[in-house]
């Protein structure tokens, strides 16, 4: 998506550690006339799968999974995030490892909001090692529903998460596939598809 990934080059921030920081329009400060472009986007390359639920994770998938869920005119549901074991209620559990602050947390979704039947198209603002579509395509499992696919804004294409995620047989949509980037130039280089 090209609109994308002139955005990224201008105003992505590439830090140590293969961290891209895309506050100012993405995950912190929120261009909406951007968003808008990546759900229409995202309803284009699933057009033909049925989905009936969007589900993504709290907090900076929210954002782009209730603009893209216009498109496809279907609730959107996101992952809680829990630092305890402790969950209450009827649940879905799994559990993720944090790429960017490396530490592991449970998320949940309520079995109210999730369930048979449901096709389940998943959001995420990054893709980096997978682990956090892996936690969610998990929760879609357990709740017995099925999964369409994932639609992810920014993949770092240099670590494992798009590969592990293909691999699975997951119908995987990146808008935009960082190849490299070097954090003393500021030099990012995107994947041709
Ligand atoms: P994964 O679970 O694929 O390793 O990492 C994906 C999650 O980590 C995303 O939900 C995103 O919030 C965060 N993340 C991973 N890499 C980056 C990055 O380079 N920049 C930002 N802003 N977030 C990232």
Same mark, same amino acid.
């Given at each position: 998506?090209?609109?994308?990934? +002139?955005?990224?080059?201008?105003?992505?921030?590439?830090? +140590?550690?293969?961290?891209? @920081?895309?506050?100012?329009?993405?995950?912190?400060?929120?261009?909406?006339?951007?968003?808008?472009?990546? $759900? @229409?986007?995202?309803?284009?390359?699933?057009?033909?799968?049925?989905?009936?639920?969007?589900?993504?994770?709290?907090?900076?998938?929210? &954002?782009?999974?209730?603009?893209?869920?216009?498109?496809?005119?279907?609730?959107?549901?996101?992952?809680? @995030?829990?630092?305890? @074991?402790?969950?209450?209620?009827?649940?879905?559990?799994?559990?993720?490892?944090?790429?960017?602050?490396?530490?592991?947390?449970?998320?949940?979704?309520?079995?109210?909001?999730?369930?048979?039947?449901?096709?389940?198209?998943?959001?995420?603002?990054?893709?980096?090692?997978?682990?956090?579509?892996?936690?969610?395509?998990?929760?879609?499992?357990?709740? $017995?529903? +099925?999964?369409? &696919?994932? &639609?992810?804004?920014?993949?770092? $294409?240099?670590?494992?998460?798009?590969?592990?995620?293909?691999?699975?047989?997951?119908?995987?949509?990146?808008?935009?596939?960082?190849?490299?980037?070097?954090?003393?130039? $500021?030099?990012?280089?995107?994947?041709?598809?």
């Amino acid at each position: 998506m090209q609109l994308l990934k +002139e955005r990224i080059r201008r105003d992505g921030i590439v830090r +140590e550690g293969g961290v891209l @920081k895309v506050d100012s329009f993405l995950n912190h400060q929120m261009d909406i006339d951007l968003f808008e472009e990546i $759900g @229409k986007e995202f309803h284009r390359r699933f057009e033909g799968e049925e989905v009936t639920k969007i589900l993504t994770i709290e907090a900076s998938g929210i &954002g782009i999974a209730c603009i893209t869920a216009r498109y496809f005119q279907v609730p959107v549901v996101f992952a809680k @995030k829990n630092k305890t @074991k402790n969950i209450a209620g009827d649940v879905y559990t799994s559990r993720v490892e944090s790429f960017t602050h490396g530490r592991v947390y449970d998320i949940m979704v309520s079995k109210d909001f999730l369930g048979k039947g449901d096709k389940v198209l998943l959001i995420d603002d990054f893709l980096a090692n997978g682990k956090a579509l892996e936690g969610l395509a998990q929760l879609v499992e357990d709740a $017995g529903a +099925e999964l369409t &696919g994932a &639609g992810i804004v920014i993949e770092k $294409g240099f670590q494992r998460g798009g590969d592990a995620i293909r691999g699975r047989g997951i119908h995987l949509e990146s808008l935009a596939i960082i190849d490299s980037m070097d954090a003393a130039s $500021g030099t990012i280089t995107f994947r041709e598809r």
